[in-house]
């Protein structure tokens, strides 16, 4: 059976980003509100999928979101890859580590986190349990000689 995103926000999300448009997935102690030492720029879509302490999990939201929607990298920090090494091997699984950027988490993750079209927040409590999806798709190099012996020329 074909696995689907059944809550109406993210699925919508998914099916409306376009190549290069980024999606934040943030663990459940990411700080958002206009309070927070890094407070959520205003522009940016917030979708809250906390259900319970743990779920739903990075794992499982990263894996569903890079299952039906087009994603072709992620930005992780070094601490994920410190700190996390659990869902830092989903990542490379999903995208493969020629995917995956490895960038400082503050500020610079911060401020990617907010050229993102959505924070996704999951109930994850994990060290670092986070992510920023790179929508697109990767393609092989298009044959161009290939397609130049196809034109007719006068």
């Known amino acids: 059976m074909k696995r689907r995103i059944l809550n109406k926000e993210l699925a919508a999300l998914v099916a409306q980003i376009r190549h290069g448009e980024m999606i934040f997935i943030a663990?459940?102690?990411s700080g958002t509100s206009p309070k927070a030492i890094y407070p959520l720029d205003p522009s940016v879509q917030y979708i809250d999928l906390e259900a319970v302490t743990g779920s739903p999990s990075f794992h499982d939201i990263v894996t569903a979101i890079k299952e039906c929607g087009d994603f072709e990298g992620a930005i992780v920090t070094e601490d994920m890859l410190e700190l996390n090494q659990k869902d830092y091997q989903t990542v490379e699984k999903l995208f493969g580590k020629e995917n995956i950027h490895v960038m400082h988490y503050i500020p610079e993750y911060y401020q990617m986190r907010d050229r993102c079209k959505a924070v996704v927040q999951t109930g994850d409590y994990g060290v670092h349990a986070q992510a920023i999806l790179i929508a697109g798709?990767?393609?092989?190099?298009?044959?161009?000689?290939?397609?130049?012996?196809?034109?007719?020329?006068d």
């Open 27 to 29: 663990d459940a102690g």
């Open 137 to 153: 798709y990767p393609s092989a190099d298009i044959p161009m000689e290939w397609l130049k012996e196809g034109l007719k020329h």
